[in-house]
């Protein structure tokens, strides 16, 4: 059964930094594309960051040079580092796979972990 | 990336149908077949219910269908029951290799 468990969430002041992880089961994520999307309270989804199967990687405008999103193999498990942290960063953070077959990968976000929170205050 | 542009709200009464439009641009709905739906009830993970414009994943009700038209994608949902009461979201993959998505669309069943 596939399964993506989110964690790493919490309070931090601006311009701090935090690492959420997504621990995967049920599927390897170094073989698929894996992706996070964000939902800032009482607003709609925000794509965030992709890493393709190759390691490639790429992020929206508004986290471009202050987010790094990675992965371990050894652990199965998915990362985001969040850097320069913003008050609009504020959000439920979510992690999701793109399936990959044998032979083709999808544009699709096809399981989704329940999410972690994210708060900037000071 | 601005986002993909949907209606604030739909509603319907059951077993009607309604529609949802999303209108994006020439460099994501209009240049892929790679519009995918997603269904979220307050506090819980959105769900997967139409992927490549028009496709859907198993255990997905035949209720729900997908289509596409230039720069727009629709999502329709017919024979309308109060378990569809939910957000909805379009995304697109784009030429930047990234994906975008819609705003958001508040479905009530009246």
């Known amino acids: 059964e596939v399964q993506l468990v989110e964690s790493g969430g919490g309070l931090v002041q601006p311009g701090g930094s935090l690492r959420l992880s997504c621990a995967a089961s049920?599927?390897?994520?170094?073989?698929?594309?894996m992706s996070w999307v964000r939902q800032a309270p009482g607003k709609g989804l925000e794509w965030v960051s992709v890493i393709y199967s190759d390691g490639s990687s790429y992020y929206a405008d508004s986290v471009k040079g202050r987010f790094t999103i990675s992965r371990d193999k050894s652990k199965n498990t998915l990362y985001l580092q969040m850097n320069s942290l913003r008050a609009e960063d504020t959000a439920v953070y979510f992690c999701?796979?793109?399936?990959?077959?044998?032979?083709?990968?999808?544009?699709?976000?096809?399981?989704w972990g329940q999410g972690t929170l994210v708060t900037v205050s000071s | 990336q601005s986002a993909l542009t949907q209606p604030a709200s739909v509603s319907g009464s059951p077993g009607q149908s309604i529609t949802i439009s999303c209108t994006g641009t020439s460099s994501d709905v209009g240049g892929y077949n790679y519009v995918s739906w997603y269904q979220q009830h307050p506090g819980k993970a959105p769900k997967l219910m139409i992927y490549d414009v028009s496709n859907r994943p198993s255990g997905v009700s035949n209720r729900f269908s997908g289509s596409k038209s230039g720069n727009t994608a629709s999502l329709t949902i017919s024979g309308l029951q109060a378990e569809d009461e939910a957000d909805y979201y379009c995304?697109?993959?784009?030429?930047?290799?990234?994906?975008?998505f819609g705003g958001g669309t508040k479905l009530t069943v009246l």
């Open positions: 995304t697109s993959y784009t030429s930047s290799s990234t994906w975008v």
């Open positions: 999701a796979r793109l399936y990959c077959s044998s032979t083709s990968c999808y544009r699709y976000f096809d399981f």
């Open positions: 049920g599927f390897t994520v170094s073989k698929n594309y």
